[in-house]
């Protein structure tokens, strides 16, 4: 069972960093009308089951071949967060489809290194990764976060590879003891004469590998690759490779006409109407469609998913790109109300929208694999993470959704709201602080006096009621009625809160 909320910096970044979906119930991803189903590719993090829901969209893998990292698998091993690609049908006008494949790569197995659960940082396999609250762990992670990992520790990382090759983490597993390594990334400095690449600041040695699927015989650079092996020697970061294999993406499955929804990184950014999303081509025109923003929040590193049709260049002609922005809002607490007609929860006064691009996990003792509303009931504990919607209403639309053991602990995070001091208001719930104590995360700008090795640097009242207003804040602590009886309150400053830089 987990046990949460201890809120040093690494458990408030899970419950401020919140990353929100485009915005309201998803809109069917092909357009309306009462066509006859049609072939569909797509890739994204899975959010929740009952099917598998990829993008938002329910798809019955009752009879599809499921492959997870090259082998022949079963829905039972397939969990949320993890990047799948589905190929199948579905019929216009329909939120639901026909998956005939369903395909699942960790893109890095391997001993992690250089964990700081503060910073939200670790290397596996000489990868960077960056956790945030889009990161999902297994049920192994005791307390639902990077703190349970240390150095040496086997891990498999699901995520979103950026233009520098860093991962964010969509969900991390710890692996059984001899489990093969695993790394699937863009090949550079191939070295022939030896049989060497690099993947970033991987070193992989090939001389030994058994190559397979390689037009030429052998691998280039600028190929995705799937690299496995069993040593890794960690001073001169090199992975002894026992197979090479052409990295799966969605050409593996995509046809030109073929409907396709990938969701990922701006990995190159040229123009608005010619970008990289996960390495490959999009383009927009004048008639795309934006959700969640506009063509101004296009750039690199930009979490989107762009939905169209690819061309026969391989181009995805996007008709619509839902631009996911960082969100910054976080609660948990007792679920008062239920609603799963409606798609909405309540906790702490607040009114909480489920959509279909909403992560549905279970954490609780009960660990119920196909996880919904349905499950639910007043008085369970839940944590969620999502964006006020419209802001200033104090409603939430929720994009994580995490039911956990019951705790005595509430918390709130969001922006700060002035009342009187000792207290102030998160969502409007009033927040009293006459016993907390305070601390900043990010840079303090010199307010800051003494250290917190969990917690931050600490404040005084007056030093955090001073610097508070525009920013955001995270309480937790005893809910007393209406009012949160703080105990520990957060103020966070600059973007260095945030390894991924979501602020």
Do not use: W
């Not at 401020?16 to 189903?37: E, H, I």
């Not at 290194?113 to 992670?141: C, E, I, K, P, R």
């Not at 040496?152 to 979103?160: C, F, Q």
């Not at 703080?486 to 260095?496: S, T």
């Amino acid at each position: 069972m987990r046990s949460h909320m201890s809120f040093s910096v690494a458990a408030t970044m899970a419950l401020l960093l919140m990353a929100c979906s485009g915005g309201g119930n998803r809109v069917s991803s092909v357009a309306t009308g009462t066509a006859a189903p049609a072939a569909v590719s797509l890739s994204g993090p899975i959010t929740a089951f009952g099917s598998v829901v990829v993008n938002g969209v329910h798809y019955d893998i009752g009879t599809a071949n499921i492959m997870v990292n090259g082998e022949s698998a079963t829905q039972s091993q397939l969990s949320v967060g993890q990047i799948a690609r589905v190929h199948g049908s579905a019929s216009a006008g329909s939120n639901t489809g026909q998956a005939d494949r369903v395909e699942v790569d960790e893109v890095v197995i391997g001993p992690a290194a250089h964990v700081n659960a503060t910073a939200g940082t670790l290397t596996v396999l000489g990868q960077s990764v960056m956790v945030d609250s889009n990161t999902s762990y297994g049920q192994s992670f005791m307390t639902g976060s990077l703190a349970d990992a240390k150095d040496g520790d086997l891990l498999g990382v699901s995520g979103l590879v950026a233009a520098d090759g860093h991962i964010n983490a969509t969900r991390i597993e710890r692996e059984a003891a001899g489990h093969p390594l695993q790394i699937v990334g863009t090949v550079s400095g191939l070295d022939t004469n030896n049989h060497k690449f690099m993947i970033n600041a991987l070193n992989v040695n090939y001389s030994a590998a058994t190559l397979s699927g390689f037009g030429a015989g052998a691998p280039a650079n600028g190929d995705l690759v799937l690299v496995r092996g069993t040593t890794f020697d960690l001073t001169s970061s090199t992975l002894t490779a026992k197979q090479v294999a052409p990295g799966s993406d969605e050409s593996n499955t995509a046809a030109a006409g073929d409907r396709v929804e990938r969701e990922g990184l701006i990995t190159a950014f040229r123009t608005v109407n010619d970008f990289d999303v996960a390495q490959k081509p999009v383009a927009t025109t004048s008639s795309t469609t934006f959700v969640g923003g506009t063509v101004a929040d296009l750039g690199l590193n930009v979490r989107v998913e762009v939905e169209g049709k690819l061309d026969s260049m391989g181009v995805l002609q996007a008709d619509r790109v839902v631009i996911r922005k960082a969100g910054i809002v976080g609660l948990r607490g007792a679920l008062s109300a239920v609603d799963s007609t409606k798609g909405t929860v309540t906790l702490l006064g607040v009114t909480v929208t489920v959509t279909a691009d909403t992560r549905l996990e279970d954490d609780s003792s009960a660990h119920v694999a196909m996880f919904g509303l349905k499950d639910l009931a007043v008085g369970d504990t839940v944590l969620i993470r999502g964006y006020e919607n419209p802001v200033g209403s104090g409603a939430v639309t929720a994009t994580r959704l995490e039911r956990e053991p019951p705790t005595a602990t509430t918390a709130l995070a969001g922006f700060y709201a002035a009342t009187m001091a000792p207290q102030f208001k998160i969502l409007g719930t009033l927040i009293d602080t006459t016993t907390a104590k305070f601390y900043v995360a990010g840079h303090s700008d010199g307010g800051g006096s003494g250290q917190d090795g969990a917690s931050g640097s600490a404040l005084t009242a007056a030093q955090f009621f001073a610097q508070a207003p525009g920013h955001v804040v995270a309480a937790s602590g005893t809910l007393n009625g209406t009012t949160l009886q703080a105990d520990r309150v957060l103020l966070v400053l600059g973007e260095d809160f945030d390894g991924a830089g979501v602020f």
